[in-house]
């Protein structure tokens, strides 16, 4: 069954250093998004993906992160000044159409700590 | 105000009964798509249900089942025939037909499946 990857599982990363987190959406998706949770709280959406193109961001998602779309088959989120706040478990998730009856297909996440 | 709401923050049940998780949801959208996830401890994030505004029938998947009242905005999950398997975090989500329908999540429901 195809699924979602995200790479590394774990991060730990340094305050101040910039991480990417990698993602390989289902390969026939077109829409494409990244969550996060911080630690017992509910999932935040933060930025979704279509097109090669941004199309739709939260607040939370502010001018130190971006996402790329490299080649075919990657999707990252790139953290450039990493802050403690910014630990927290980091979802990708693709769906194949962006119509509210589609489902969202979530990878297993990479858990981030900034230390 | 919250577009998603989960007023249990945790849940008891003991094997083999059912229990029902409770989601209410505050949208102006008359197409919308309301979906359940489950979170195990292990962190991922695995799809179980989904029902749309316009269906007439509760869904049903398996042992899970929606019941799924449009007038008072209640998308509630009921699991039938509880397991151990079954402990876990619940979260309750809704996409909605503006923007590009991302995921709006509640804040989850702890569910205990005791022997």
């Known amino acids: 069954e195809p699924e979602v990857t995200q790479t590394p599982s774990h991060q730990v990363t340094q305050m101040g250093q910039e991480v990417i987190l990698r993602c390989v959406p289902i390969?026939?998706?077109?829409?494409f998004y990244w969550y996060r949770q911080i630690l017992g709280q509910k999932v935040e959406f933060l930025v979704s993906f279509y097109n090669n193109e941004i199309s739709e961001k939260s607040e939370i998602f502010d001018d130190q992160f971006s996402v790329e779309r490299p080649d075919g088959s990657n999707f990252t989120l790139k953290i450039r000044s990493t802050k403690l706040e910014d630990s927290a478990m980091y979802f990708c998730?693709?769906?194949?159409?962006?119509?509210?009856?589609?489902?969202?297909?979530f990878g297993q996440g990479t858990r981030l700590t900034v230390v | 105000a919250q577009k998603i709401t989960q007023t249990q923050p945790g849940m008891f049940v003991q094997e083999k009964e059912a229990v029902t998780l409770d989601c209410t949801y505050d949208?102006?959208?008359?197409?919308?798509?309301l979906f359940w996830y489950k979170q195990p401890s292990s962190g991922e994030m695995i799809f179980l249900i989904y029902?749309?505004?316009?269906?007439?029938q509760n869904a049903t998947e398996g042992r899970y089942s929606l019941n799924f009242q449009k007038a008072r905005k209640s998308a509630n999950l009921v699991i039938s025939a509880s397991q151990l398997g079954d402990s876990a975090m619940y979260f309750c989500?809704?996409?909605?037909?503006?923007?590009?329908?991302?995921?709006?999540f509640g804040k989850g429901t702890m569910l205990l499946v005791s022997p």
């Open positions: 949208t102006s959208d008359q197409s919308y798509g």
């Open positions: 390969s026939n998706h077109l829409y």
């Open positions: 998730a693709s769906s194949e159409m962006g119509q509210v009856n589609t489902e969202a297909f």
């Open positions: 029902q749309g505004s316009y269906d007439e």
């Open positions: 989500a809704m996409r909605e037909n503006s923007g590009y329908s991302t995921l709006t």
